[in-house]
């Protein structure tokens, strides 16, 4: 084999080599947010996608907190907790107007995934995290990922909606109470808030005309005498 025919072979083995690692290569840093799923992994079904986004809708809506859920090609040989605590202490610099609260992370080619929860919902969830994954094993192992991160991700959502006694109802469309926060008044409270006020109104008229009838009563007996 000449020299030339050699270099071009090598250059073809670097090419190919390139072009895996770039397929591959899903470094923490780069990564920006898609929403509540960032399937960078494409490894997520239709079905389970949604399900997961109306999750994290209700779960946002009715206690406040932010769920993402993302999966990536490749954790650039780093540990599954640092690469998810790098990712979700990046997001949660760059989110918007409700802090991120819970990461679900999961890198099919290593299998591995991880629950990064924000300080403030460690009390209602570090006892629970390591259940929450194990319950994830079976699915993971038969590369089922769309219903693995699913389950975890209602597991969470559970807890946390429990913990806020707030329900993880549908949402209403659109905003039926302007800039009222369900997160700190929830739909349900409010409904039995306004149905004391009534039934406590009406207890009170019933109070007013039991009061003016006796005092009717009491005129005449009055004028009698």
Known sequence: ????????????VLMTSSQAFLLYAQAAEKLESRGWVS????????????SIHDLCDRLEYWSGTQLNVVTVRSLENATVESYTAQLFDQW????GPTDLGVLILLAPRERRYRIQVAPRLQPILSDRIAKFEQEAIPYVGRRQYGPAMTLM???V?????????????????????????PAVQPYDA?????????????????????????SRKRSVKTSLL
């Open 1 to 12: 084999m000449s020299r030339a025919l050699r270099a071009m072979c090598w250059l073809a």
């Open 39 to 50: 399937d960078f992994a494409n490894v997520l079904d239709a079905q389970s996608i949604q």
């Open 92 to 95: 949660s610099a760059d989110s």
């Open 153 to 155: 991700a209602q597991r």
């Open 157 to 181: 959502a559970a807890a946390i909606a429990q913990d806020a006694d707030v329900g993880l109802k549908q949402t209403p469309p659109g905003g039926y109470l302007g800039n009222w926060s």
């Open 190 to 214: 409010f409904v039995g808030s306004i149905t004391a006020m009534a039934v406590a109104g009406l207890f009170m008229v019933v109070i007013v005309v039991t009061v003016k009838a006796v």
